[in-house]
């Protein structure tokens, strides 16, 4: 039986939190991220992983640094013997995996060394990759970069969406975490591991707004996995672009692709029979099933076509509107709006 701090805020973690709490070994606490102040000085709801901790009555801590003297003390207080860390936020630094016995193991969301970083489901639905998997690792300080424990794999579906997908991962790493913490109850702070290759590693920034912006000459399917990939948030967005009228930004909730071999240019509307938006790709073609205009409801196609008189041959595209334009205010040197 191990003494175990976890570390986790989001709901990635959820599954395992659980688990280790009906597993024999003894969870002493939870650290995870601060709570967060919403607009309108509204206090953000509690983090998935918070909730249940409160559930079980155990300890949680929100430190602003887990690597500061204050959050060390903390840990110290506990005398853990190992750190599982998994959906936390934060990394850790070489002083903080000092403070448990056996460090710390993290659960990610891929195949290491393959998206090391905060966003890995999502970008390996992007890049329309077919598998992907988890791992576990050894933790230290460089991110995602220690020895992995133990991995599994899974098929991506080819019609789920970020969520799901996440979903399922965050319960196939059950076994490979409690597999992990089998090897180092047996094998000490030296369990057998397996480096990481450094010519395999690509990287899985954070998500940016403005990812979610739709470049119609990609071709259909890499604009649908686009669209999969970036639910719940950024989204997927596109502009018409209105002769004599400022474009008008569209949400697409809700898209189809088509294969097709009709010449039309890449974000052009190709066809609006039968209720449906039909936009040209590079390659085949997206049917706009769901859309919601900037600042009104979701609209079905149809809802849609008879309330905004949009014809086949006008566009669709990327617009920047001028800093200050759109209600915002500029951005500031150096940065990006």
């Excluded at 992983?49 to 003297?69: F, K």
């Excluded at 230290?140 to 899974?154: C, E, R, S």
Aim: overall charge negative.
């Amino acid at each position: 039986m191990l003494r175990i701090v976890m570390m986790g805020t989001g709901p990635f973690a959820v599954p395992t939190f659980r688990r280790l709490l009906a597993s024999p070994h003894q969870v002493l606490a939870l650290l995870t991220q601060p709570p967060r102040v919403m607009r309108g000085n509204r206090q953000a709801p509690l983090s998935p992983m918070r909730a249940v901790a409160e559930e079980a009555e155990l300890p949680v801590h929100w430190p602003e640094s887990v690597n500061t003297p204050e959050a060390h003390e903390i840990l110290r207080t506990y005398a853990a013997d190992l750190f599982v860390v998994c959906d936390y936020g934060q990394i850790l630094s070489a002083e903080s995996l000092m403070l448990a016995k056996l460090g710390g193991i993290n659960l990610h969301g891929s195949l290491l060394p393959k998206y090391r970083g905060a966003a890995p489901v999502n970008w390996a639905m992007y890049h329309g990759d077919a598998e992907t998997g988890v791992t576990v690792i050894h933790m230290t300080p460089k991110l995602d970069g220690g020895p992995i424990l133990a991995i599994a794999k899974t098929p991506i579906d080819a019609d789920e969406d970020a969520v799901a997908l996440e979903e399922r991962l965050s319960l196939i790493g059950i076994e490979p975490v409690m597999d992990s913490i089998a090897l180092l109850e047996k094998h000490g702070n030296n369990p057998p591991g397996e480096l990481q290759d450094p010519a395999l590693i690509t990287k899985a920034r954070r998500l940016r707004k403005e990812d979610g912006d739709l470049p119609w000459a990609r071709t259909a399917a890499e604009i649908y996995n686009q669209h999969r990939a970036f639910q719940p948030w950024p989204g997927t967005y596109t502009h018409w672009l209105r002769d004599g009228a400022e474009p008008l930004r569209l949400i697409i909730k809700r898209m189809t692709p088509l294969a097709s071999d009709a010449h039309v240019a890449p974000g052009q509307v190709a066809s609006t029979d039968e209720g449906r938006l039909v936009v040209a790709t590079a390659s085949g073609q997206i049917s706009l099933d769901e859309i919601q205009p900037a600042g009104k409801r979701v609209m079905q196609a149809a809802q849609f076509l008879n309330g905004y008189g949009l014809r086949p041959g006008d566009r669709f595209g990327s617009f920047e509107p001028l800093p200050g334009t759109d209600g915002t205010p500029p951005a500031s040197p150096g940065s990006r709006a």
